[in-house]
């Protein structure tokens, strides 16, 4: 076993290139923790967030501490402390790890608590790494809504959290929509769900809920193009305040989210995986040595799905 692991994260906040990599003592478990080693992580938005010195992750950051990024982990154990009794030395593991204060998911070893993790089949692909975060993202949020109040429409639904909430409300018994820029994408890969232009969306009202993974001013937008009984989760935690509040003035009802660790919710996708009622899609795999190429790419905006980073 190694004394020492990579792990990337940021001491001084701002653009992909302040991304570095520190070698870690490995560390002595505490009561309930595993030691992880990591076959693969991925890219969500909060890291990028972070990344950049927004939101209180990186607000309780003392000054030129190191602060390791990631939450998303799919590996193998590799050791076991007392308290710990679902998990063995070699188990395959999925989890969303260290959330929200603690994240270091970007590395070749982590330390997880073990009511973090679910045991997966030790054959999965590497791919799976990009499931946890946005996965329960997705479905904590369709929890906050109802299939039956009428059509779900979803922004940005190409993105990590977005492709999977398509998949998962079609799943519950939403009637699903997709509203986006890239009609195409979406069409391409057979969900059997509906798709729009935001132009078609705005061109006349709706009736509805809605999914905003946008957040801001097109959220608002959106809202103010729907029926005043809208239902409507909004995730960007940065504009959450103002898209309920313009929300409540429209009669509408909405709540922000933030995402929890639920080992149920956590076997439900990793299932629906599984027996491919779900897709996860990968637009590319990067190296952890090359994580700040990575950072940019996702930046870009231009992937579809999620983005791993390969320990």
């Not at 070698?23 to 990591?38: A, N, T, Y």
């Not at 950072?295 to 870009?300: A, D, L, P």
């Amino acid at each position: 076993m190694n004394k020492n692991y990579k792990q990337a994260g940021v001491v001084h906040f701002g653009p992909a290139e302040t991304l570095e990599i520190k070698h870690i003592p490995k560390p002595v478990l505490e009561h309930g923790q595993v030691f992880i080693r990591i076959t693969s992580s991925s890219i969500n938005p909060i890291d990028v967030k972070t990344r950049s010195g927004l939101g209180y992750v990186a607000q309780a950051k003392a000054d030129d501490a190191f602060l390791p990024l990631g939450y998303d982990v799919l590996g193998v154990v590799e050791e076991i402390s007392e308290g710990v009794s679902d998990l063995s030395v070699g188990d395959s593991v999925l989890g969303m790890v260290g959330f929200p204060a603690t994240p270091g998911c970007y590395a070749t070893h982590v330390i997880a608590q073990h009511e973090e993790l679910i045991v997966v089949d030790t054959k999965v692909s590497e791919e799976l790494a990009g499931l946890s975060l946005a996965g329960l993202t997705a479905l904590q949020s369709l929890e906050k809504l109802d299939a039956n109040a009428g059509t779900l429409f979803v922004n940005a639904p190409t993105g990590g959290v977005g492709h999977l909430a398509l998949q998962l409300g079609a799943l519950k018994g939403f009637d699903v929509v997709a509203v986006t820029t890239r009609k195409s994408l979406i069409e391409s890969l057979n969900f059997d769900i509906a798709v729009m232009s935001y132009e078609e969306f705005f061109s006349e009202s709706r009736s509805g809920q809605l999914l905003d993974l946008v957040g801001g001013e097109l959220a608002c937008k959106m809202l103010s193009n729907l029926m005043t009984d809208t239902k409507f989760v909004t995730v960007p935690s940065i504009t959450k305040d103002t898209v309920i509040k313009h929300g409540e003035s429209l009669g509408a009802q909405g709540e922000g989210i933030l995402v929890q660790t639920n080992l149920n919710h956590l076997n439900e996708l990793y299932k629906a995986v599984a027996s491919q009622q779900v897709s996860l899609v990968v637009s590319k795999k990067f190296k952890l040595d090359d994580i700040a190429m990575a950072h940019r790419y996702v930046e870009q905006g231009e992937h579809f799905g999620k983005v791993i980073i390969v320990a």
